[in-house]
């Protein structure tokens, strides 16, 4: 017997004792007897097949499928289309109304298969048109799931096909045929027949095998990827070698991130949110600073919510996989959004949490596991391997999944593992294959390949120094909605109170922006936006319109200071201790004048 198969087999036989395949194989119940129980129903109502066909000619994929199962007038025709969807939410992880639909505490899905809506729609309207004939359905992952409901035993919770082909190559050496199907699956149950495995429900046995071979641990095994991807990771590792020894390595703040967090963190903390926001606190680079912000003010304001968001997202203990969880976790902290607008008096704030800094407290966690991630650095990633990027919501975890082959070559590269232990000058606890694995793709983008454009930060740079006194030509930019507006009322009311960003910060929003209204009121601050109408004449000077009076209509013209040359000669009279009525003394012509009578 080969080495490999031994290695892959002992893999197996852990995994079949893993907590999760065990309570799957105690099981009494059939795994997705809700689903079956649907599709049943499904097969067994009666509807004109004129309202059937409807159903799928009726939804496009622009509404959400439950508004547009509500505006359906015919009883019946709601009724199955409701059925459609509730069953739809059993079958793929990106179903419409899942949270809804999907009655499991651990929402489990046959598979993650990421067919449309509309897909599902219309191959399940075909297949009933078709008198239930599964052959007659045209999208095969939609097929395999009717298969395996009708029959479990000879069905398979692995719907793609490609999916298949690549396990029948890894196992049997062969390649997958869709005729013979049956055969493959009875192969496949062959091949467990020497772990004697015996589920109290023998249809859950597919099941455990589909578990296992998609598990964290066998995936990378068995899921081929392209020789090309291969031979660039390879490349670029060697890459990566020369620079990591180079005087321009300077990613060293990623593990003293992690080392701070590890160090600092306390869930039992009599105050969970100050030991978070110390633990997370060397995030420079690492997360968006008005996410953090966003994050602190939760902790400020909403302790309770702000801990049980976080515990949820890191719970690798429970049933719900990261994937679920990290989209809970946005959408949580996004539902709170409103309340903190209300409690900064901001309502302009749009910015919660993102994959990004879901990345960096996975990973400030979980470091032997999870990576970094920023979206161009993502885009970046998927250019250069030739793949094509997922959806907003799916880029964290493909990401992740893009990392996987490399995590493999980084294990087996010991001259690689030995040159970064003599670079960072010290021994991690915990395995660095991931972080590695992060920082060899981002590194090779950004500094040697340089195929990541300088990012316009979806917040504010802070470039001013930590020291009292500040940088005062400051420009903070970023996209709409990233808190410019929000971060510039600190930094005001920092320069006129002569005092850090951090004093500052640690001051509550509310108090801060009201010294910046009383500041403003009193004409040391003065805000202006700057948009396509302002011309010059609004900004330095220019001729405005007048009327004289109502008796004399007439239009007449005068030249009026503009905001920008008031604001000099308000600083000047400030500096001077001169008051506004003592403005000629500063103006151009006298000043002229006395330089003429000085010369004659």
């Keep these: 017997m080969d080495s490999d198969k031994l290695k892959r087999d002992k893999l197996i036989q852990e995994l079949l004792s893993t907590d999760k395949i065990q309570a799957l194989l105690n099981a009494e119940d059939f795994y997705f007897d809700r689903a079956r129980s649907l599709f049943l129903e499904f097969k067994s109502v009666q509807i004109d097949n004129e309202l059937l066909s409807d159903i799928s000619r009726g939804y496009n994929g622009k509404t959400k499928y439950v508004d547009y199962c509500e505006q359906l007038s015919v009883d019946r025709q709601k009724q199955v289309a409701v059925l459609i969807g509730k069953l739809t939410a ?30 599902w729609i219309k191959n399940l309207v075909e297949y009933k048109l078709n008198n239930c004939n599964s052959d007659t359905v045209s999208s095969d992952s939609v097929k395999h799931a009717i298969k395996y409901l009708e029959d479990p035993d000879s069905g398979l919770c692995m719907l793609s096909i490609g999916h298949r082909n690549d396990l029948s190559l890894f196992l049997f050496g062969e390649a997958y045929n869709e005729i013979k199907e049956k055969e493959f699956i009875a192969k496949l149950k062959g091949y467990f027949e020497q772990f004697s495995i015996l589920p109290k429900n023998s249809e859950n046995l597919t099941r455990v095998i589909t578990d296992v071979f998609y598990s964290e641990e066998m995936r990378p095994l068995w899921m081929l990827e392209k020789d090309e991807t291969k031979l660039k990771y ?23 991130a992690v080392l701070h967090y590890r160090k600092t963190i306390d869930f039992d903390a009599p105050s969970f949110a100050d030991n978070f926001k110390e633990a997370i606190k060397k995030n420079d680079r690492l997360i968006y600073q008005n996410l953090v912000t966003y994050m602190k003010t939760l902790g400020q304001y909403f302790p309770d919510f702000q801990k049980e968001v976080i515990l949820d997202l890191l719970n690798e203990h429970g049933n719900i996989d990261v994937k679920d969880r990290i989209t809970e976790f946005i959408e949580k902290t996004k539902s709170k959004l409103q309340d903190v607008k209300d409690a900064l008096d901001n309502q302009n704030l749009s910015n919660t949490q993102d994959e990004g800094a879901v990345s960096a407290y996975l990973t400030f966690q979980y470091p032997e596991k999870y990576s970094f991630y920023k979206a161009r650095m993502y885009d970046a990633l998927c250019k250069f391997l030739g793949r094509r990027s997922k959806k907003a919501g799916e880029k964290l975890e493909h990401f992740w999944r893009l990392l996987e082959p490399l995590k493999k070559l980084i294990k087996n590269d010991d001259e690689l593992l030995e040159i970064f232990q003599t670079v960072h000058k010290q021994e991690y606890e915990w395995d660095q294959t991931s972080m590695i694995a992060q920082d060899i793709v981002y590194c090779y983008l950004k500094f040697i390949h340089k195929d990541i454009p300088e990012e316009l930060e979806q917040t504010i740079e802070l470039v001013t120094t930590q020291t009292k006194k500040m940088h005062l030509n400051t420009i903070l930019y970023g996209p709409p909605g990233t808190g410019k507006t929000y971060n510039s009322i600190i930094y005001a009311v920092a320069i006129i109170e002569d005092k850090s960003l951090e004093e500052i910060e640690q001051d509550d929003y509310h108090k801060v922006k009201n010294r910046y209204n009383q500041y403003k009121d009193n004409g040391r601050i003065e805000f202006t936006t700057f948009h396509q109408s302002m011309s010059y004449e609004d900004f330095i000077e220019g001729i405005k319109p007048v009327m004289d009076d109502d008796e004399n209509p007439d239009v007449k013209y005068e030249i009026r200071d503009g905001i920008f040359k008031r604001i000099c000669f308000e600083s000047k009279f400030a500096k001077l201790n001169l008051d506004e009525g003592d403005s000629e003394l500063l103006s151009f012509d006298n000043r002229y004048s006395l330089l003429l009578d000085n010369i004659t």
């Design 90 to 119: 059993y079958c793929d992880d990106k179903a419409a109304n899942k949270k809804e639909w999907n009655q499991y505490e651990d929402k489990r899905v046959i598979a993650r298969a990421g067919v449309w809506q509309t897909h």
């Design 234 to 256: 390879i490349a670029i590792i060697k890459s990566y070698q020369e620079y990591i020894q180079s005087s321009e390595y300077n990613e060293f703040f990623k593990w003293n």
